[in-house]
């Protein structure tokens, strides 16, 4: 039987290189002989010097390439909603389908995770005609307010629909069919919502009822720790080990951290992150329930603006 092909992608900056180097980690300890494996980094002018770190983690049948999506925003110019933390990188996710047509499918992982089973086992899950799998989003889940902005902010229902971005099962064939990156082109330049989770919400809205939902293990966040043996923990949002102590899943992060060449930068992170800078993420998520309201409350968002004008 010949070895399953396996593409990976994630996107990254040079800020955020070192979690990345960790997720690489785990993913490449958890894959099987039996499969190969091509890692693609998308990033925007990365330095030379963090690429060889990480190309240096590839194996026999694990290759990792980076890619430079730069001249890809090109066209969104200043206009990109982020907030927080959030660089551009996370929208680069949405550039793949077109930007690598030779893959009929695809993983897509966001950087702050860690991979505890063979990747190649997520990839074979049959996706039909959907544009992609996912999990639903237990941050939504975990207030009234988030519910209410995925049902009447973003036209998600119920709530349980509304998927975390951070990582999908991406049916590339399907998605360019239906041309992903050009309805996020109109809707981008035409509307210009406000989002809380700017690349997420869009792709919540352009591909609703073409989702499949498969094992919350996939993408286990850590404000739950109620999942034995996650495949994948996310550690999105505040919940960050490498920044404070008490964080679900952490055993697993630091496990493949110390064997990364960038243990002692992640250290000092953690040794440098004071009570001011979690006073700080906590004013940050009062900041955001408030935004979550705003919009909710606004007669321009995507739900008012698409869903119940018939647009969408």
């Known amino acids: 039987m010949s070895p399953t092909k396996v593409p990976i992608f994630f996107s990254c900056d040079d800020n955020y290189i070192p979690f990345l180097g960790v997720a690489i980690k785990s993913l490449i300890e958890n894959t099987s002989p039996d499969n190969e494996y091509f890692i693609f980094v998308l ?42 933390y959030y660089t551009v990188s996370i929208y680069f996710r949405i550039f793949i389908p077109d930007m690598f047509p030779k893959f009929k499918k695809a993983i897509y992982l966001d950087a702050d995770m860690v991979i505890l089973e063979d990747i190649a086992k997520l990839y074979n899950i049959e996706l039909g005609d959907n544009l992609l799998a996912g999990v639903p989003d237990a941050i939504i889940a975990s207030r009234p307010e988030f519910r209410d902005y995925a049902e009447l902010g973003c036209g998600i229902y119920p709530y349980t629909k509304y998927f975390n971005s951070g990582m999908m099962l991406m049916n590339l064939d399907a998605m360019r069919r239906f041309d992903l990156e050009g309805k996020f082109e109109h809707l981008f330049n035409t509307y210009r919502f406000e989002t809380v989770c700017p690349d997420q919400d869009y792709l919540n809205v352009i591909c609703r009822n073409r989702v499949l939902y498969i094992d919350e293990g996939w993408d286990k966040m850590a404000i739950d720790g109620s999942y ?32 990364t060449p960038y243990y002692e930068t992640i250290m000092d992170i953690r040794r440098n992150f004071n009570e001011e800078k979690l006073l700080m993420q906590a004013k940050g998520g009062e900041e955001l329930v408030k935004s979550t309201i ?8 995507f739900k008012k603006t698409l869903f119940d004008t018939g647009i969408l």
Not at 47 to 61: R, V, Y
Not at 228 to 241: C, D, G, L, Q
């Open 228 to 259: 034995e043996n996650p495949m994948i923990v996310h550690y999105n949002n505040f919940a960050k080990p490498w920044q404070q102590d008490g964080i679900n899943y952490s055993d697993q992060f630091w496990k493949y951290a110390k064997d």
């Open 43 to 84: 990033h925007s002018k990365m330095s030379i010097k963090n690429m060889k770190i990480i190309t240096a983690m590839e194996k026999e049948n694990v290759s990792i390439c980076f890619i430079d999506v730069s001249e890809k925003l090109i066209k969104y110019g200043e206009k990109l909603n982020l907030r927080d």
């Open 294 to 301: 705003r919009i909710v409350n606004s007669d321009k968002n």
